[in-house]
């Protein structure tokens, strides 16, 4: 069973910076797509960042190129996202989610992802 546990959200100032980490077990890691998501409320789900399995191919929403990093560590089955000059509209909750996949591309569309994780709340205040 393919289980996703996020961890690292909090309360943080506009300005300042979190680290969201993505622990994967069930799954063997080899293939699979990792990319975070976010959803504020009253709002669907976005496309934040996402990486394929080898880490060579990464892809960003526009509003956080520049600010998010997303890498992976495979040998913890682990995913993290570092996240730098945070702003009030980075409020959400944000998921993680993966898909297995022989393409060397990540999609964005959230209805690729098969598995999810429960989300960790990141609120940044102003």
């Known amino acids: 069973q393919v289980q996703l546990v996020e961890s690292g959200g909090g309360l943080v100032q506009a300005g300042g910076s979190l680290r969201l980490a993505c622990a994967a077990s069930?799954?063997?890691?080899?293939?699979?797509?990792m990319a975070w998501f976010l959803q504020a409320p009253g709002k669907e789900r976005e496309f934040v960042a996402a990486i394929n399995w080898s880490a060579g191919i990464t892809i960003y929403a526009d509003a956080v190129k520049g600010r998010f990093t997303i890498s992976r560590d495979n040998a913890k089955n682990t995913v993290y996202l570092q996240m730098n000059s945070l702003k009030p509209e980075d409020t959400a909750v944000y998921y993680c989610a993966t898909y297995r996949t022989a393409m060397p591309m990540p999609q964005r569309r959230h209805t690729a992802y098969d598995y999810w994780g429960r989300g960790t709340q990141v609120t940044v205040s102003s």
């Open positions: 069930g799954l063997s890691f080899y293939n699979y797509v």
